[in-house]
């Protein structure tokens, strides 16, 4: 069975640090991969996808990238954290096939 | 550019009652997928149901369906016998047919309660 695991859980990081997040899919092959940021009262944001390795799609211009160095993982990162960053962010993938995303538990992301 | 609707930040219904969330939509396309997800307290995202545009049947899932009206844009998620566990955030989306990339588009979410 497939499964998706996003690490670190919970993260707090001072403004102007660098960031890491990563999500690793596993059971599945060639998935699409998607980055979203959940803020309070907005709902799901998408911030970028990816639909094979190196190829990554950004949907809103900001602060973060995203990469893609192997077929099942997904990397968020950026290199000069903002307070605005503060979020949830989740990773989630779906088979070229279907339509249905699987998400992962997230990650809770506070910048001071 | 597709927009999604979902006009009630917060609603409470007793357990057993039947509750109903609201969701409105906004495209020019005319096949395209829908959905409600469930995000529970555990923040763990879990589909509860699926409409695909060009089918006119409701879909259901066992206490869950949908009233989808595609003239009016409306995709409503009616919950019965609500439990206890059904107490948490439900985002209605939305996903343009041919899929492609599968890229959805979020309402901004329905914080249901259910209250014993």
């Known amino acids: 069975s497939q499964t998706i695991h996003q690490w670190p859980a919970t993260l707090v990081q001072p403004v102007g640090s660098p960031l890491s997040l990563e999500c690793t899919v596993e059971g599945t092959s060639n998935p699409n991969l998607y980055w979203y940021r959940q803020a309070a009262g907005r709902g799901l944001q998408l911030l970028f996808y990816?639909?094979?390795?190196?190829?990554i799609s950004s949907e809103v211009p900001q602060n973060l990238s995203a990469s893609r160095p192997q077929d099942r993982q997904f990397i968020l990162s950026s290199k000069k954290l903002l307070l605005s960053d503060s979020g949830f962010y989740l990773c989630?993938?779906?088979?070229?096939?279907?339509?249905?995303?699987?998400f992962g538990p997230g990650t809770r992301l506070t910048v001071l | 550019a597709q927009t999604v609707t979902q006009s009630q930040p917060e609603m409470s219904v007793q357990e057993a009652e039947t509750v109903t969330l609201s969701c409105t939509y906004d495209t020019s396309e005319n096949n395209y997928y829908l959905f409600w997800y469930k995000q529970p307290p555990s923040r763990q995202m879990i589909l509860v149901i699926r409409q695909e545009a060009y089918k006119q049947q409701n879909a259901t899932e066992n206490r869950f369906s949908v009233n989808f009206q595609k003239a009016a844009k409306s995709f409503s998620l009616k919950i019965s016998d609500s439990q206890l566990g059904d107490t948490a955030m439900y985002f209605c989306a939305f996903m343009k047919h041919p899929p492609g990339t599968y890229k959805y588009i979020f309402g901004t979410g329905t914080r249901l309660k259910v209250l014993a």
């Open positions: 990816s639909v094979g390795i190196g190829q």
């Open positions: 989630a993938w779906s088979v070229m096939t279907q339509d249905e995303q699987f």
